[in-house]
């Protein structure tokens, strides 16, 4: 089964731009997850989607948004980029939904982000 | 409001030694527990997750993690470390009520030759 697949891997953008990620998750996962990691603030959950919904959100500004597709792929956006915003994105898939939260996530490799 | 906390930012243990990297929890009601490593510019993978009612649980490559309800604590082990060992663990904590998947810092293992 293939696992969950990022793209694109690196990316570099300048500040003030905007940047769309991509997520394909494990057949048959509903659930997508994005987090934030940085050296200094270990992973920060952004949104959970499940089905198309958002099901939980962090706390990040509004410039940080994303969405579900009915296929389960899903994509976030990140626009007006600061120089804060360098990380690695890192998407997850599980079977978790209602009722099946102990299931693990998977992750993919993640998209490093820089913004200059 | 869910937390987890791993004390160690670094753990060093030698080839062959047993080892352990901690971490507390802090939810409201029954907690769903995780572990995850990760190696350099890769994403997570899952090590093991507790199951309710086992106080020892035994996860891929070796590792087993010891759950503690007195003392919030799920701490991960392993008998003897191997240097591939070394590499970032993650605690991570959800309650029942589906909240997010809240993670720890981090604890960077070095396995020493």
């Known amino acids: 089964k293939a696992g969950v697949t990022q793209t694109p891997r690196y990316l570099i953008k300048t500040r003030g731009q905007q940047v769309t990620l991509s997520c394909s998750p494990i057949?048959?996962?509903?659930?997508v997850s994005w987090y934030q990691q940085t050296p200094g603030q270990g992973l920060q959950f952004l949104f959970e989607?499940?089905?198309?919904?958002?099901?939980n959100k962090g706390n990040f500004p509004g410039r940080f948004s994303g969405r579900q597709f009915s296929n389960s792929r899903s994509e976030m956006n990140v626009s007006t980029l600061e120089l804060g915003d360098s990380a690695l994105y890192l998407c997850a898939s599980s079977l978790s939904g209602p009722g099946r939260g102990n299931s693990p996530l998977h992750f993919g490799n993640g998209t490093r982000l820089t913004v200059t | 409001a869910q937390s987890v906390a791993q004390p160690e930012d670094q753990v060093n243990v030698a080839e062959g030694n047993p080892l352990t990297v901690k971490c507390t929890y802090s939810?409201?009601?029954?907690?769903?527990l995780f572990w995850y490593v990760q190696y350099p510019n890769r994403g997570l993978q899952f090590l093991l997750k507790?199951?309710?009612?086992?106080?020892l649980v035994k996860g891929s490559y070796g590792f087993e993690a010891e759950f503690n309800k007195s003392q919030t604590s799920f701490h991960l082990k392993k008998p003897s470390a191997l240097v591939s060992d070394s590499a970032l663990y993650f605690c991570?904590?959800?309650?029942?009520?589906?909240?997010?998947?809240?993670f720890g810092i981090g604890t960077k293992l070095q396995v020493i030759p």
């Open positions: 991570a904590v959800r309650d029942e009520g589906y909240q997010k998947v809240t």
């Open positions: 939810v409201s009601g029954n907690p769903y």
């Open positions: 989607y499940f089905s198309e919904t958002q099901r």
């Open positions: 057949s048959g996962h509903r659930s």
């Open positions: 507790y199951i309710t009612g086992d106080n």
